[in-house]
């Protein structure tokens, strides 16, 4: 069965093993409730890695609105399975308390493209994001880390943040995983009602019908979402939309 | 001769080599204009690592003041030799372009102690010390790095953003190197005038003879420095005065 480490201490010193027999490692940082998206990004790490670890954590701190954390689905068990039959070799939970000993006092921050899209609409939700990277990264100091597209602003962020700072990582991108309907895989769709559920891939084919941005948000204002924002950038059309209480984004090449 | 580095790069490959020899690395980080202070450290740090690097780099991102900035002197011939007679093997001397190629959007943020004491009175101060401090443990990772009392506050910081952040370098504090007639060796201190300098040692013989903060703050005017602070804090007197237009720091244990 697959290793499972709670402990910051623990996990140093498994890590230290595990880089000092000469093993390269993949990452792969999750917050668990484990997709077909997240398998992809293992399944890639088990191919270019000798030792592959997923972190699961559900990170407070790149949370702006407590009842988006709370609903957050936590699927525990089950994720150890799926990480074991992907191909990791163990899985790194650490708790608050252990990763956060400091109360959140340090942080990383990012004053521009972090403030925009997701940014806006999340308040301190990159610094958050980045913090928490760095924490697992300095923790684990992996050959690679493995991301997924569908986050596209944080991958760009992340991959910058990790050159700015000097991390001996390598970022790796991956596509997104989608259902066949052209939903893009994510831990939040498991909350959608039945009704939401069939409307939600209308946010991909919206986007990628492409068009002028204005016509994209009233096309998905007519389907019944609430829209965050559209906007192109770095190549992409990225959208974030609302449906009940379930927040959704997608993005597509342009 | 001491070996002198300044690209990022191949200052990672040549760290990468001297930690992959199983040699433990000692890093002493400073701005240059190095003295009897930095000696210390240097001597320090020859005394518990296999290796010994020193970098110079004068970070502009810790300076609110130009000027401040602009006065603060360049020695390096001098420091490449007081460097190498201390027993350092290398030298890591980064310019800012290579050092911020981010332009400075990533930075590490400390929101309670940094903006006390120093950080009161000199804005985003620390967030520029820490950032760089990051950088560079990353760039080197050594085993120890070198840091001295004198910046009390700055070591503290420093300290807790290593432990915070998981960075896997021992943080060695240092005690203050003082001249014989008291005050604390500054790369600043160059910068008196010969009647500033006859009156500098007086901020270490007010702290260190105690009493009420409002007395310490009174005495030192009488002298004729204008008071940043002098404040207590984690188990010290600190104090913070300019004279001319040279800024001193001091502190002494309660």
Chains 1, 2 share one sequence.
Request: hydrophobic share 45%.
């Amino acid at each position: 069965m697959i290793e499972v480490i709670t402990g910051v201490a623990d996990a140093r010193a498994v890590f230290r093993d595990v880089r000092g027999g000469g093993n390269t490692l993949g990452l792969v940082p999750t917050m668990g409730a484990l997709h077909a998206g997240h398998i992809s990004l293992i399944e890639r790490a088990r191919e270019e890695n000798d030792r592959v670890a997923v972190t699961i954590f559900v990170n407070p701190t790149q949370y702006d609105d407590p009842a988006d954390l709370e609903r957050y689905p936590r699927t525990f068990e089950t994720d150890l399975e799926k990480a074991d039959a992907a191909g990791a070799d163990l899985v790194f939970a650490p708790t608050y308390e252990d990763l956060y000993a400091d109360a959140y006092r340090f942080k990383i921050t990012e004053e521009h493209i972090s403030r925009r899209l997701e940014g806006a609409h999340r308040a301190g939700h990159f610094d958050g994001v980045l913090t928490v990277v760095l924490k697992l990264l300095n923790i684990a100091r992996p050959d690679r880390a493995y991301f997924g597209e569908k986050d596209w602003q944080q991958l760009q962020l992340v991959r910058d943040m990790v050159e700015a700072l000097f991390v001996d990582t390598e970022i790796v991108q991956c596509p997104i995983v989608r259902e066949t309907d052209g939903l893009a895989m994510s831990s939040r769709n498991a909350l959608l009602s039945e009704e939401h559920r069939r409307l939600a891939p209308r946010l991909h084919s919206i986007l990628a019908a492409g068009g002028e941005m204005d016509e994209m948000v009233s096309a998905l204002a007519a389907v019944g979402f609430e829209v965050d924002y559209v906007e192109c950038w770095d190549g992409r059309v990225l959208g974030a939309v609302r449906i009940g209480n379930v927040r959704l984004i997608d993005n597509v090449e342009i």
